[in-house]
């Protein structure tokens, strides 16, 4: 595929984000084969339901293949065609109406930390996934609108091992055992979310869980981290941590922490430090669980990274720029 087909302009997704009101997405994902080395790629199901003021537009994709495309219930093979690596052309749209598009495609597990990446530990031997999408790799595991100020509603269906851990930015809402020792976790939908900032994690992942509580407002905690390093890692100071800045930035912003649990999940592999996904904050495992007794300075970027990513959930989640020039205004 042509590399210059990945692009998105500024121009395109400012028209893109005049002539849609998007609604909700429902990601459906098919892990059940992430332990077996020989499956690289995953089954992905997309329904994104929206109101188009034009009667076309495209969803960003960047997958093995598309098996489907359906718009409002009728099957569209020339879309599902014309599929270049990076768009699936979405033709047909019912104008002023709400539609519904469900794209079923083929994605490839990662192994460059973009996307679905997938980490198997020489230490024993177990799988982990998890996802990294910042600024546009979403599109490389689910079909979505990919520019960060179309936000949705999304809802997670994740169908994986019965061995294995299932995370997203919401509670699951329901397990359901499955054939073959699977299971299938349904999360609750997220508020308004841009896609860059979804976020699933899968695996065998050790976990300790904990409380946030100031009057009647409770926040769930955890600390997750995969089983090979639970020894090293330190949940009391990262639910201390957590809990002091929940406190003051709750206050100091005058508007409660807004997206429901608070997960904090230390990753091999992990390409940057970390990454402020509401509900299921990513780091690096690398730079932030201590093999030894912690120096002061340890201790100290360890504190300033977890509430440097707090302060994102306020700003850049709650409140997201427009488009990429502006990264700045959430980053200060």
Same mark, same amino acid.
């Given at each position: 595929?042509?590399?210059? *087909? ?17 609604? $909700?997405?429902?990601?459906? *994902? ?9 499956? &690289? ?15 076309? $537009? ?14 409002? /219930? ?9 599929? !270049? +690596? ?9 104008? /002023?109406?709400?539609?519904?598009? $469900? ?12 996307? *679905?990446?997938?980490?198997?530990? &020489? ?21 979505? =609108? ?39 976790? &349904? =999360? ?14 899968? +695996? ?40 002091? /800045?929940?406190?003051? =930035?709750?206050?100091? =912003? +005058?508007? $409660? ?9 230390? *990753?091999?592999?992990?390409?940057? +430090?970390?990454?402020?996904?509401? /509900? ?15 120096? &002061? ?27 990429? !020039? ?7």
């Amino acid at each position: 595929m042509d590399n210059s *087909l990945l692009n998105l302009t500024r121009d395109e997704c400012a028209h893109r984000s005049k002539v849609i009101d998007l609604d $909700t997405y429902r990601i459906e *994902l098919d892990l059940h084969a992430i332990d077996d080395p020989k499956t &690289t790629t995953f089954a992905s199901s997309s329904t994104v339901e929206f109101t188009p003021s034009e009667d076309k $537009t495209w969803l960003d994709l960047v997958a093995d293949s598309v098996t489907s495309v359906t718009v409002n /219930g009728k099957d569209h093979p020339d879309d599902a065609k014309a599929y !270049n +690596g990076a768009r699936v052309p979405i033709t047909g749209l019912e104008v /002023g109406k709400h539609n519904t598009v $469900t794209v079923v495609a083929q994605c490839k597990y990662s192994r460059t930390g973009e996307g *679905l990446h997938r980490f198997t530990d &020489t230490a024993d031997g177990k799988t982990y996934a998890y996802t990294h999408f910042e600024p546009t790799d979403a599109r490389r595991m689910y079909a979505c =609108f990919e520019q960060p100020d179309l936000k949705a509603r999304i809802t997670f269906v994740i169908t994986a091992p019965k061995a294995s851990g299932v995370f997203s930015n919401q509670d699951a809402v329901s397990d359901k055992p499955g054939d073959n020792d699977t299971h299938t976790v &349904t =999360f609750n939908p997220t508020p308004p979310l841009s896609t860059y900032l979804t976020s699933i994690a899968v +695996g065998p992942y050790y976990v300790v869980r904990d409380e946030f509580k100031e009057g009647d407002l409770k926040i769930p905690l955890a600390a997750i981290c995969r089983e090979s390093m639970k020894q090293y890692l330190d949940p009391k100071e990262v639910f201390r941590v957590t809990k002091a /800045g929940l406190t003051f =930035f709750n206050d100091a =912003f +005058g508007y $409660t922490y807004p997206w429901g649990k608070y997960d904090s999940i230390f *990753l091999p592999e992990y390409n940057i +430090g970390a990454m402020e996904h509401p /509900g299921l904050v990513t780091f690096s495992e690398n730079a932030y669980i201590f093999r030894g007794t912690p120096t &002061t300075m340890q201790r100290e970027n360890l504190a300033n990274v977890i509430l440097h990513e707090m302060t994102h959930m306020w700003f850049g989640d709650l409140s997201t720029p427009r488009w990429w !020039n502006d990264t700045w205004l959430k980053e200060r």
